[in-house]
């Protein structure tokens, strides 16, 4: 029997934290997919919910179930976020940003009292940057210059391509994926991040995440917070 552990994951996290009259942002990807589907069918139960989504392709997919769906401007601050992750450690410390959303992510999840993390086990690691390269969001203008300052940091700089050119965000902007050999110090790391002119803001997502449920291989879901 094959087990959906993104799916149950997302299911567990909509039906603990999900809760009637809520502002909700909806996360990216293939396992947020499962979250906003599980909140499409509380909506279709009658449950009022405000939704902010984290990229167009959200937007797109939660107004096909028929959830209301705002600018994050029209609301002061959000309830819960949900969302998937590229990387999580057990302190609940993350790498996002390998589905291209990471800069409304991350915006999303500052302004939401509970950040909730679904993945599957896959996703589990004991410390950063061991097996998912870094994605850095940076302006196009300059990009170049940006990737060598990036690079002094002590990685290798890939620039996304989607096909024959280069990946364009939401944001009209560049992606960086950056392999180092494990991230010894994400918040110093992250510190020399944001000091770089042209880079608009990396995948690293620390001290943000309430709670998080992993999808196992066995069916169950595994909650850390
Ligand atoms: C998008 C993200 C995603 O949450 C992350 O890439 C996980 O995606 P998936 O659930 O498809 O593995 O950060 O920017």
Redesign the pocket.
């Known amino acids: 029997m094959s087990v959906n552990m993104?799916k149950a994951a997302a299911e567990r996290a909509v039906d603990e934290y999900v809760k009637d009259g809520m502002k909700v942002g909806l996360?990216?990807?293939?396992?947020?997919?499962y979250a906003i589907h599980r909140v499409g069918e509380l909506v279709a139960n009658g449950m009022d919910l405000t939704c902010v989504a984290?990229?167009e392709e959200t937007e797109r997919i939660a107004g096909d179930l028929g959830i209301k769906v705002v600018d994050l401007s029209e609301v002061n601050n959000l309830d819960v976020t949900i969302?998937?992750?590229?990387e999580v450690t057990m302190q609940l410390q993350?790498?996002?940003?390998?589905?291209?959303?990471?800069v409304r992510?991350k915006i999303v999840a500052a302004a939401s009292l509970d950040q909730i993390?679904?993945?599957?086990e896959s996703?589990l690691v004991e410390s950063l940057g061991k097996v998912c390269p870094l994605?850095v969001e940076v302006m196009i203008f300059g990009h170049e210059k940006a990737k060598r300052m990036i690079e002094r940091q002590g990685c290798k700089a890939v620039l996304r391509m989607k096909g024959d050119e280069p990946f364009v965000t939401d944001n009209g902007n560049y992606i960086y994926d950056c392999k180092f050999d494990g991230i010894e110090n994400p918040y110093f790391l992250e510190s020399r991040l944001d000091t770089i002119p042209g880079v608009v803001e990396n995948?690293l997502f620390l001290n943000m995440t309430t709670a998080a449920f992993v999808g196992r291989s066995d069916g169950t879901v595994k909650k850390i917070c």
């Open positions: 993104k996360g990216t990807g293939s396992t947020a997919f984290t990229s969302d998937g992750a590229d993350l790498i996002k940003g390998l589905g291209g959303a990471l992510e993390i679904i993945a599957d996703k994605p995948g």
